[in-house]
């Protein structure tokens, strides 16, 4: 059973508005998120994370919110870019192992 | 600096066959770990190392044998392919607990 969920498979958007992808997990014991970005035929690439002792981690224009009593996180992009259309993995972590959810795929619109 | 090395990219294999998929990296990292992509499914964890010597089986381990020599190699071998182990595999690698992994191009694997 998949402990990290993501459940919206594609995301449009404008260009210049913002992105909020969403992640649901499952397992408590998870203490590190992160959020990784794919493009076809390439390997993820790391975007930003977010510690459990944290609810907000912000890296230019990419913040990171998490709810732990509800053990949500999201992921804020703010403004679209064209070259933000890509692949968006959540995981996280427990015991040097990584879980990851399904992904959602972001087409940002000119 | 190189990062995370999977050879080879592209593979077709027959049922049945055998083959071994690299993954080397030069960040001297301890911590290695093998993933494969489905749709629909996000990665899944096939097998992992905390270093030399050390191995451990993750999510889906069927049908995957891994081994750790050196810090650098943490080669992914099939043993009797089937077509259920189509996919997408990906080799990470960890500096240390709570930190990113870093992610080889991965290896399309087609057993038809």
Redesign the interface.
Known sequence: DQQVKQNSPSLSVQEGRISILNCDYTNSMFDYFLWYKKYPAEGPTFLISISSIKDKNEDGRFTVFLNKSAKHLSLHIVPSQPGDSAVYFCAAHLDYKLSFGAGTTVTVRA | NAG?TQTPKFQVLKTGQSMTLQCAQDMNHE?M?W?RQDP??????IH?S?GAGITDQ??VPNGYNVSRSTTEDFPLRLLSAAPSQTSVY?C?S?EG??T???????TRLTVV
């Open positions: 995370v911590y770990s993933y629909g499914m996000g990665l899944r964890l992992y905390v993750g999510e990906f990470a960890l607990y709570r990113e992994a870093f992610f080889g191009q991965g």
